[in-house]
């Protein structure tokens, strides 16, 4: 499977590229960063750095969006830490060339149905690469986004997922785009929190990467520990990751889903009609994540992170 990634590390995307590079038969050909965790140049760093933590220093970093489609820019380091990746961030230089959209792009164009597209951030850079490439949903085999809540509520707002309340606008213009699109969002990603015991085998692994993912994690398990009185974490990208990669662990509900606009208090929620036959409208129909099977998940990663 050949892979293009865009990402905003986040310390749970570090977890999904790091979980990615442990796969055979995967490559990850090209990565793009984006807003959303920390500014782009900050997260095009980190992707640099995970990178070169797993081994693949030659695969490139496209740095991209810098900000949403039509709002000011937010980030979110009170989750991740001031550099995005709980203080594992370093001092990681990230040449400029292209932007990420435009190797998106390049690479669709130049390689037709041989790529699929995992997008862990907000979606400005997709979006824009669909303002440069219209046919990009023919061009690529298949999209998974992390993003989204159908059936609870949000984690930014009461009704918003924070990838797509960062940028509502390009939201709403890729998932009714036309992609071959999965869904993984809040509906399945808040299901399958760690639990401590989880958190004490990776902490208890000499692997290296088990010793990068370990010291990253601290500050996003002690936001979440202190959130919600327990400890744990959310592992966001890391479902999105292994549904991508085994679309068995979930099932899957096929809806129309659009992004609420003008809301004063829904603005960035995803919407679906929920009735069945009664549905209205013959939107584009994407695939909605709604169960997992949480152990298999869990193991998983485990096995990826400290091997």
């Known amino acids: 499977m050949r ?4 990402t905003d590390p986040g310390i749970d995307d570090a ?13 990850i050909a090209a990565v793009g ?14 992707a640099r750095r995970v990178l070169d933590e797993a081994g693949l220093r030659d695969v490139p970093v496209a740095v ?32 400029r060339g292209e932007s990420a959209a435009e190797q998106l792009v390049r690479l669709a164009r130049a390689n ?6 995992l997008a862990l951030g907000p979606l400005t ?6 303002l440069l490439e219209p046919d990009l949903p023919d061009l690529l085999d298949a999209v998974v986004v992390m993003g989204g809540a159908i059936r609870v509520p949000g984690n930014r707002t009461a009704h918003a997922e924070a990838n797509v309340h960062l940028d509502p606008e390009a939201a709403d213009l890729v998932l009714g785009a036309g992609f071959r699109l999965t869904l993984v969002g809040l509906d399945v990603t808040e299901a399958v929190r760690v639990d401590s015991a989880w958190i004490d085998a990776l902490n208890a692994s000499p692997a290296p990467v088990a010793r990068f993912s370990a010291a990253a994690l601290r500050y996003y398990v002690d936001f979440y520990t202190k959130a919600l009185g327990y400890r744990t974490f959310t592992p966001h990208d890391p479902l999105a990751a292994a549904i991508l990669l085994d679309p068995t662990l979930a099932t899957y509900d096929h809806l129309a889903v659009g992004v609420e606009l003008t809301g004063t208090h829904t603005r960035g929620r995803t919407v679906a009609d929920l009735r069945g036959n009664r549905a209205e409208g013959t939107g584009h129909r994407i695939a909605v994540a709604r169960t997992v099977d949480t152990a298999r998940f869990h193991s998983g990663l485990l096995a990826a992170l400290t091997r």
Do not use: C, K
Request: hydrophobic share 45%.
């Open 64 to 95: 991209g969006a810098h900000r949403p489609l039509a709002q000011p820019l937010r980030t979110s380091e009170f989750v991740h830490g001031d550099d995005g990746l709980g203080g594992e961030g370093g001092d990681v230089d990230v040449t």
């Open 33 to 46: 960063s984006v807003h959303g965790n920390a500014p782009a140049p900050r997260t095009a760093a980190n």
């Open 15 to 27: 977890l999904a590229l790091l979980y990615l590079a442990a796969q055979p038969g995967v490559e």
């Open 125 to 130: 850079n997709v979006a824009l690469a669909l």
């Open 3 to 6: 892979l293009i990634i865009d």
């Open 112 to 117: 037709p149905g041989r790529f699929t597209l």
